[in-house]
């Protein structure tokens, strides 16, 4: 069988792993179509490599065959969703960026305006990518998760004091 240039997974072609998740199922092509609500044809392209599916098809077919479509990282652990909580928003009713670290109630210094004796928001986040990695450094020590359960206390990025946290980033990106 002539495999065309189809997608791959993971350095996996996409026809070899619905063609192996199919035959896993025991499933003739057209089983396979039939409980994915796609057609014979579309199943057959898709196992020579000469159509890449859609990801709800993809998901139709894998969920026919009880396969799941999921995302792990390197070491092989599942990746979840981000967390979206309700009501928490600037005032324009925006979310904050997904890549920031939200903080509920920032106490006094958790917040850019602080110096200037402005009221502080109910929630707010570090923009400062240096700072906020050296605080999730510091929770995971404080927890002492195994990874850091022997390790040294995290130490201030160099060159910087507490309450630095505010300071512009050394490549010219903004602190607050």
């Known amino acids: 069988m002539s495999e065309g240039k189809g997608f791959e997974l993971s350095g ?8 192996r998740v199919r035959r896993a199922a025991d499933f003739s092509q057209r089983e396979l179509a039939k409980h994915a609500h796609v057609s ?15 990801l709800p098809n ?4 894998l969920n026919a065959a009880n396969y799941r479509l999921a ?24 979310r904050y960026p997904a890549h920031l670290d939200t903080i509920l109630d920032p106490v006094f210094g958790d917040w850019w305006a602080d110096g200037f004796g402005l009221a502080r928001p109910p929630e707010t986040f570090r923009r400062n990518r240096t700072y906020r990695d050296y605080e999730r450094r510091r929770s995971q020590w404080e927890v002492r ?3 850091f359960r022997h390790a040294p206390h995290p130490q201030l990025p160099r060159g ?4 630095d946290q505010w300071r512009a980033e050394p490549d010219g990106g903004d602190a607050a």
């Open 71 to 94: 995302v792990v990282d390197v070491d092989g652990h599942l990746v979840v969703p981000l967390e979206v909580w309700q009501d928490v928003a600037d005032g324009a009713g925006r």
């Open 160 to 163: 910087w004091q507490p309450g």
């Open 40 to 54: 014979p044809s579309a199943i057959a392209q898709i196992e020579t490599g000469a159509v890449t599916p859609s």
């Open 58 to 61: 993809l998901q139709r077919i």
């Open 12 to 19: 996996y072609p996409l026809s070899g792993i619905v063609r």
């Open 145 to 147: 998760s195994s990874k």
